[in-house]
């Protein structure tokens, strides 16, 4: 089955880390860049980050620069988004996005919840 | 960076409207850009790539079209299952949203 599935979300406190994951299958995952994109609670869509297909580039939105690294697993079929010093702000669901150029699929997200 | 602007933000219209949303981009993107829906609690879905053109299974009353700064996204017969929030993204530079245009019905 053709699927992205992410994992990780939770409540955490602002300033602390937090690492999701999302898990592809059905396809070839190590010929595809990959992206995080972030959806506050009821609000737009935000790019967050891209990683190239071997891992050899990225690139981050500015509201993450220094917080936020991604990362692939091109063996496991998985990609990650650590997420250091948390901040109320990032709160969001988080999906992950196939695509080098548009995204044409995508995952069901996983929330993420930064409160004291 | 490249900002997207969309308009309007939201659109009433009734089950067989023909409905155009505006994008802009802040700068030249050529033609690098892309269409989303997004339903409720969904993840968005691809309509629309490098501004024309149809994703694969998406119904033929959707169509794009602009270049440089301007696009339009058109559905031509609204339907029932079309209500929901729609994206357009640049990926000219690097990858920017527009804030969405949210599709009521009226």
């Known amino acids: 089955q053709v699927q992205l599935v992410e994992s990780g979300g939770g409540v955490v406190q602002p300033g602390r880390s937090l690492r999701l994951s999302c898990a592809a299958s059905g396809f070839s995952f190590s010929t595809y860049a990959m992206h995080w994109v972030r959806q506050a609670p009821g609000k737009g869509l935000e790019w967050v980050a891209v990683?190239?297909?071997?891992?050899?580039?990225?690139h981050f939105a500015d509201s993450v620069k220094g917080r936020f690294t991604i990362s692939r697993d091109n063996a496991n079929n998985t990609l990650y988004l650590q997420m250091n010093g948390l901040r109320a702000e990032d709160t969001a669901v988080y999906l992950c996005?196939?695509?080098?150029?548009?995204?044409?699929?995508w995952g069901q997200g996983t929330m993420v919840s930064v409160s004291s | 960076d490249i900002q997207m602007t969309q308009s309007p933000s939201t659109l009433s219209a009734y089950v067989g409207d023909r409905v155009t949303i505006t994008c802009r981009a802040s700068q030249s993107i050529s033609n690098w850009l892309a269409w989303y829906q997004q339903k409720p609690g969904k993840a968005p879905k691809l309509l629309i790539y490098k501004a024309f053109n149809l994703e694969s299974g998406v119904p033929s009353r959707f169509s794009g079209s602009g270049s440089g700064t301007e696009f339009t996204l058109t559905i031509r017969s609204l339907q029932p299952d079309d209500f929901a929030t729609y994206y357009c993204?640049?990926?000219?530079?690097?990858?920017?949203f527009g804030q969405g245009t949210k599709v009521e019905i009226k």
């Open positions: 996005a196939r695509g080098s150029e548009a995204f044409d699929m």
């Open positions: 990683i190239w297909f071997d891992g050899s580039r990225k």
């Open positions: 993204q640049q990926y000219n530079t690097y990858w920017t």
